[in-house]
């Protein structure tokens, strides 16, 4: 087996947050001219609190992130941020330069399971390889906005249960996460489990 082929995506999937919060996070998925739109909502409990977080995910045909708009909502009151990278792959936050983003070609969310599908879905990994895919990472629900290095590893050759090592040094955070033969993550130990 070579590189992965992908089912179409759904127009919606969910997810239920588990150990870390007690949530669910639901998305919307779109094709447009430029590529594609995901369109998602997160509400979560964690640690006693409360918080809500509604995200835009604008990415382009190859799956690479052009544009984010995030809100989130909690006692500490509400908050937005944007983020957007430009063709020469230039990453700015709430329309300020960020360096320290470059060479990332993906927003992930913390609020979302459903980002971890964005590099799975633009690379095609063949089994057995492996890549580094760092990340302009959004924390919940403060909107933090921070590089973040991550890699994974293709284990499986089934096309409808694809296994990935994830390594994440940043959060000491290694595991093996399942995704569908459409990329989206069926589990993610700890974080969630989709349920559509």
Do not use: K
């Amino acid at each position: 087996m070579t590189a992965m082929r992908f089912a179409p995506l759904p127009q919606t999937a969910a997810w239920r947050h588990v150990d870390a919060q007690d949530g669910v996070e639901s998305v919307f998925l779109r094709d447009v001219a430029s590529g594609h739109v995901i369109d998602g909502h997160t509400t979560a409990i964690e640690d006693g609190e409360v918080w809500a977080v509604h995200y835009t995910v604008e990415v382009d045909e190859r799956w690479r992130t052009q544009h984010c708009r995030v809100w989130s909502w909690s006692a500490h009151g509400e908050r937005e941020t944007q983020l957007s990278r430009d063709a020469a792959g230039r990453w700015r936050i709430d329309g300020v330069l960020a360096p320290e983003l470059d060479g990332c070609l993906d927003v992930d969310l913390e609020a979302s399971a459903c980002t971890n599908m964005l590099p799975v879905r633009r690379s095609g990994l063949p089994l057995h390889q492996s890549m580094e895919v760092p990340a302009a990472y959004v924390r919940a629900p403060d909107l933090a906005v921070e590089r973040l290095e991550q890699s994974y590893f293709r284990l499986s050759c089934d096309s409808n249960d694809l296994l990935f090592e994830y390594r994440s040094p940043r959060f000491g955070f290694e595991d093996e996460l399942r995704f569908g033969p459409d990329g989206l993550v069926l589990d993610y130990p700890g974080i969630a489990t989709r349920v559509v």
